[in-house]
């Protein structure tokens, strides 16, 4: 704004101001002036003194919040903010802009200290918690992302980086009790105890050695037994009868010795009626011998 015109606020949010913006040439003049003036850092700082001023002004702050929160200036914001990302030169552009500041130390204490603020702020992470759920609603966003993410740790430079961030991230005592705390809370589900054990069994555990340690189950110990005992049992619960879903289903050791695997000491069960098999265990053998099969 130039010293001296005086502007009324309607006039400010005017048509014509707003058609302006929706003017490519106009928008990229004006952004080149903005980065000419802000070239000169006496400029730039009476600009930022203004804005300062301006922003701690409430009738101000409410105005902008106005406009922000008008559906019609929401529409036209996305369709300017979807043409530009569906730009490839724009993306490019974009990505060394932010490699670059992400290298300014400068840069990147001030934004984690303003996601710091934000993370904390209930009503942001509602919305954004919101948000992150609608982006991620449909299949095929998720997939992008699960690619995007698979794309950037094929990448070693990024996983370690990635990786002594974390490190880093779980060595603070906050996050460390946030995470034991929902650990716990996990492990009181039932389901999540046999989605982790099969999530961590045989192929899919890292310490995996290629079947030579399958103690202390028996070798027999197999996929295929497994399916033909899930098979035989129509993948239905044998203690609760609920019908099982073929990932989550477990074959019991009714005498709980892990290397006898003839089929009749084996049985179905669902993962929440496994679970319970953990303890009276003389019990559970007595009624698996005798009430069943
Ligand atoms: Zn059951």
Request: proline residues 4%; contains cysteine; hydrophobic residues 25%.
């Amino acid at each position: 704004m130039r010293k001296g015109s005086k502007i009324t606020k309607g006039q400010r949010i005017s048509l014509s101001n707003k058609k302006r913006w929706l003017d490519p040439v106009f928008r990229k003049k004006f952004f080149k002036s903005v980065r000419n003036a802000h070239s000169n850092p006496i400029t730039k700082k009476r600009h930022r003194d203004a804005a300062l001023k301006q922003w701690s002004n409430t009738k101000h702050r409410e105005l902008i919040k106005k406009i922000f929160s008008n559906p019609k200036y929401k529409k036209i914001k996305g369709e300017i903010s979807r043409k530009m990302w569906s730009n490839s030169q724009f993306r490019k552009r974009h990505r060394i802009a932010m490699t670059k500041a992400q290298a300014n130390p400068k840069y990147k204490k001030k934004i984690s200290k303003i996601m710091r603020k934000r993370s904390k702020d209930p009503k942001w992470r509602k919305r954004h918690s919101e948000a992150m759920r609608k982006a991620f609603a449909s299949p095929e966003a998720r997939k992008r992302r699960g690619r995007a993410i698979h794309n950037a740790m094929n990448n070693l430079e990024y996983k370690k980086r990635h990786n002594a961030a974390l490190r880093e991230v779980f060595k603070k005592p906050v996050v460390k009790k946030r995470r034991s705390e929902a650990s716990k809370k996990n492990w009181e589900k039932p389901d999540y105890k046999e989605k982790h054990r099969i999530a961590l069994s045989g192929e899919n555990n890292p310490s995996w050695l290629g079947g030579i340690s399958f103690e202390p189950y028996s070798a027999n110990w197999t996929r295929a037994l497994k399916k033909s005992i899930r098979e035989r049992d129509h993948y239905t619960c044998q203690m609760c009868g609920k019908k099982t879903e073929k990932q989550t289903t477990c074959v019991h050791h009714i005498d709980y010795n892990k290397k006898n695997c003839k089929p009749d000491n084996l049985i179905t069960l669902c993962p929440s009626c496994h679970v319970k098999t953990n303890s009276n265990r003389k019990e559970w053998i007595k009624y698996f011998k005798t009430g069943n099969d």
